[in-house]
């Protein structure tokens, strides 16, 4: 599937890394809100100044995973992806590297598009930018219908790797889904 006409998929700079966080608050809200709640939400937006600090900061030193921006002509960003070796999600994230599915070498960590711009093609492309065509895997929430069934388009599939989330979370896990 094409981009919409004046979209561009582009590494992260600086420039773009608010917007790049907005739409990734917004994929969160719209996503999570059932088991985060409101009030959860409220506080991540109202961090936001402390997170455009912190993707910059460690953009600029080199410490963010390898992350891509879909930028309207306007250079608007719509959506964000994210990725790199299951090694080096593993240390980003703090996850045990037996977290790794066998025989995958990377792992998509990061995809959200600002909700008036999906089905167009830009999560697609996101996805392309991040992780390519390396055999790879991802987490979703294990309740997340819509996700699974865009993974699974995409050929990724449950491989039974799951994961309890921390408490805030109210019970939900998430499962790993892997391309091979």
Do not use: C
């Not at 004046?6 to 790049?20: M, S, T």
């Amino acid at each position: 599937m094409a981009l919409p006409e004046g979209v561009r998929i582009e590494p992260l700079r600086q420039e773009w890394v608010r917007g790049a966080l907005l739409v990734k608050n917004a994929g969160w809200r719209d996503t999570y809100l059932p088991w985060l709640g409101e009030e959860y939400l409220d506080r991540l937006d109202a961090g936001l100044e402390r997170g455009v600090a912190g993707w910059s900061a460690a953009l600029a030193e080199g410490r963010l995973m390898p992350t891509w921006v879909a930028l309207t002509a306007d250079d608007a960003v719509v959506g964000v992806g994210a990725g790199a070796t299951v090694e080096a999600m593993a240390a980003i994230e703090g996850r045990l590297a037996g977290a790794a599915a066998a025989g995958v070498s990377h792992e998509l960590g990061v995809l959200y598009v600002d909700g008036a711009w999906r089905g167009l093609g830009i999560a697609e492309a996101l996805t392309d930018a991040a992780i390519g065509s390396h055999p790879a895997q991802l987490w979703v929430l294990e309740d997340n219908p819509r996700a699974r069934a865009f993974y699974g388009k995409m050929g990724f599939v449950a491989d039974g790797g799951m994961e309890e989330l921390p408490p805030e979370w109210n019970g939900a896990r998430e499962i790993r889904m892997v391309r091979r």
